[in-house]
């Protein structure tokens, strides 16, 4: 399978699509932090395992990935619409994309809303496989698009290894 990578640098438009798409990652990335609260009752009673970073890296952390995501997604959009890339082979990898990120968006109101670190572990096994699949399909049409993943392929492994250990933890 030939992988598509567009060389031609973003003009004007592609650059705010890019934009737009990150901004726009971010805002649905931030639908699960009104279930994020670290100060509940709940959550102080944890015990947390030794390798759990400070509560701001979190906030530093997933804006840079969740706009990673959008200008990948950006850029395998862009790769379909310049015809440089098969419309089935983007559409899939769009497709994937968003069922990854609406999985990821579903971890927030389980783990923090329903207090329930298990089914939280659940969901990361879920998110893992696709964000691979994600990352494979972005791949085949962009290569640069499917680098972009690879820090939130990796924060995702360290979340689902945190998650375990605060699960096994309580």
């Not at 031609?8 to 990335?29: M, S, T």
């Not at 400070?54 to 997933?62: E, L, Q, R, T």
């Amino acid at each position: 399978m030939a992988t598509t990578t567009n060389s031609r640098l973003p003009d004007r438009r592609d650059a705010l699509l890019i934009a737009g798409a990150a901004v726009a990652v971010n805002l649905i990335g931030a639908l699960g932090v009104p279930f994020t609260t670290t100060q509940s009752a709940w959550f102080t009673a944890l015990e947390l395992p030794g390798f759990y970073p400070p509560g701001w890296a979190f906030g530093v952390v997933w804006p840079i990935l969740y706009a990673l995501l959008g200008a990948a997604a950006a850029l395998v959009y862009l790769a379909g619409r310049d015809r440089g890339a098969s419309r089935g082979r983007v559409r899939t990898a769009l497709v994937l994309f968003g069922v990854q990120l609406a999985v990821n968006v579903a971890w927030s109101p389980v783990f923090w809303g329903l207090e329930r670190p298990d089914l939280g572990l659940a969901i990361l096994v879920v998110l893992l496989p696709l964000v691979v699949a994600t990352i494979r399909a972005f791949e085949r049409v962009d290569r640069r698009a499917a680098a972009l993943l690879l820090p939130y392929l990796a924060w995702v492994c360290f979340a689902t290894a945190l998650n375990y250990a605060i699960w096994t933890l309580n």
